[in-house]
């Protein structure tokens, strides 16, 4: 193969897990987030968010409601990045914030259930428990490093949105059916995923253009390539067209809406709709089956135009569109070079290569674990099947649950987009610790699998775990006589 087929394949590839992942992920998923996230910006008051995870609230109450949160939202990481950023920017500490950023996409409660059932209940509860553990001490951690800057921030005026006082019982309740949209497009339900009513559009040569993509774009689930389907080009047009209305109609939105901002939330709403149904190319027509995915979203969305016009004042919408913009253009163009960037490098690494090296529970095995949940990133749930698939062809338990909980966590777009929100130093050193403690967990529960008593396993973590309090503990205590002398 020479360089100029190389060029080409690489070129491929990225467009490939580009297109699939516009097609696949993004409507159902991050749209609903980057508009939770804006609305947590615009609509909740700081106090709210300082209450519950704020620097100086409780550890016993922050980190645990932290995990709390994520824990019930199945969404991939791109989808809960947003939303970290949400409750960052409204006065969350560091270390509540990063708790939530790893729990959720780790060890939320479908992906446990989905893991258990596919692999075994002994990984998932593996899989709860250290997530849990380890997402708090990387929390804390992170909390104690960046004490200062944390004190810093926490100290400074919100000047774009200083609200005082508690959270008006409208804003709460638009901001849960929101969540609802957001979980009802991405639970796996089977009263969601059935199909009750399907009719045959006279759309002809869509079966023949879904041949085509196939053959275009990459297909190999066990590379994580998805493909593109007929549907999934219609989802990505309707994406583009969206982007040039948002453009137009949210980007000046504090100088009034208009005919550009009512048209990208009806071409918002028809998206979301289209990306709720499954639709079948036929030879003669196009077979579309509607969901009860696609009823869900239809109620949900007609819930939240009424409450938008009832329960928010008309600087409440406009404070919420403008943050929600805000999110999309600092986070959306990463998203895009780190999903293309995964297509390429997708192209250089084999399967047979991390089997070879994870075949045993050392700690060469659990890196090779984490460095390819970092490089071959997979949305949530997906890369259960995978996991079984390397389960099935050698991996030991150990760094497979390496490779679980730093999927998640560290795909290249993620750690992009985690940058620009928190900075690249404090990304990289969560990065480092997200790193450490997979490889400790799946040496650990490896070490249990080949034998070890689960009491010594449970020695060795909390022993692990009381030298960190200790050592946290200390820092803590020396740095405030620091600040009281």
């Known amino acids: 193969m020479d360089v100029m087929d190389w060029v080409i394949k690489f070129i491929q590839g990225g467009l490939g897990s580009l297109a699939s992942y516009l097609a696949a992920h993004v409507l159902l998923c991050l749209l609903p987030a980057f508009f939770i996230a804006g609305g947590m910006s615009a609509l909740i008051p700081r106090e709210s968010i300082m209450r519950f995870l704020g620097r100086k609230a409780p550890k016993y109450i922050s980190y ?59 990984l998932a509860f593996a899989r709860l428990f250290l997530s849990l553990a380890f997402g708090i001490g990387i929390g804390m951690i992170m909390a104690l490093i960046f004490r200062k800057d944390d004190e810093a921030r926490s100290t400074r005026a919100d000047d774009a949105f200083s609200q005082h006082g508690g959270m008006r019982k409208g804003r709460t309740i638009f901001l849960l059916v929101m969540v609802a949209l957001l979980l009802s497009g991405t639970l796996k339900l089977d009263f969601l995923t059935n199909s009750y009513v399907d009719f045959t559009l006279p759309i002809q040569g869509l079966d023949t253009l879904q041949d085509s993509l196939y053959q275009l774009v990459p297909f190999d689930p066990a590379k994580g390539e998805e493909g593109v389907s007929a549907q999934g080009l219609i989802l990505i047009t309707l994406l583009l067209i969206i982007a040039l209305f948002a453009w137009r109609g949210f980007e000046k939105i504090h100088d009034g809406a208009n005919a ?9 709403i028809f998206t979301l709709l289209v990306a709720s149904t499954r639709m079948e190319p036929l030879s003669g027509g196009l077979k579309v089956m509607l969901t009860g995915r696609t009823v869900a979203v239809a109620i949900l969305m007609i819930i939240l135009g009424l409450m938008t016009g009832k329960n928010l004042t008309a600087e409440e919408r406009t404070d919420w569109i403008w943050e ?13 070079v780190g999903v293309f960037a995964v297509g390429i490098i997708r192209q250089l690494i084999k399967p047979e290569w991390i089997e070879f090296l994870a075949g045993e529970n050392t700690i060469l095995g ?31 338990r150990g760094p497979l649950l390496a490779y679980l909980m730093a999927d998640p966590e560290l795909s290249l777009q993620s750690i992009l987009i985690t940058a620009t929100i928190i900075g690249k130093k404090k990304a990289w050193i969560y990065v480092f610790w997200v790193a450490l403690f997979s490889t400790l967990a799946g040496l650990l529960y490896g070490a249990w699998t080949d034998g070890t008593s689960l009491w010594l396993i449970v020695l060795y973590l909390a022993g692990m775990l009381a030298v960190l309090s200790g050592i946290l503990w200390v820092v803590n205590r020396r740095k405030n006589k620091v600040v009281t002398v």
Request: net charge positive.
């Open 366 to 396: 659990n890196l090779a674990g984490v460095v390819f949940g970092v490089f071959m990133y997979f949305p949530t749930l997906v890369e259960v099947p995978i996991a079984k698939m390397f389960l099935s062809l050698g991996m030991h």
């Open 324 to 336: 929600s913009w805000r999110f999309v253009k600092q986070i959306f163009p990463l998203l895009i």
């Open 64 to 122: 645990p409601a932290a995990a709390a949160a994520g824990s019930l939202l199945a969404v991939c990481s791109c989808t809960i990045v947003p939303l970290f950023a949400g409750i960052y920017k409204k006065g969350a500490g560091l270390g509540p914030a990063i708790t939530f950023l790893f729990f959720a996409p780790a060890a939320n409660i479908l992906a446990l259930s989905y893991t258990g059932v596919a692999i075994g209940v002994d």
């Open 260 to 268: 550009w901002t009512w048209g990208a939330f009806g071409f918002i």
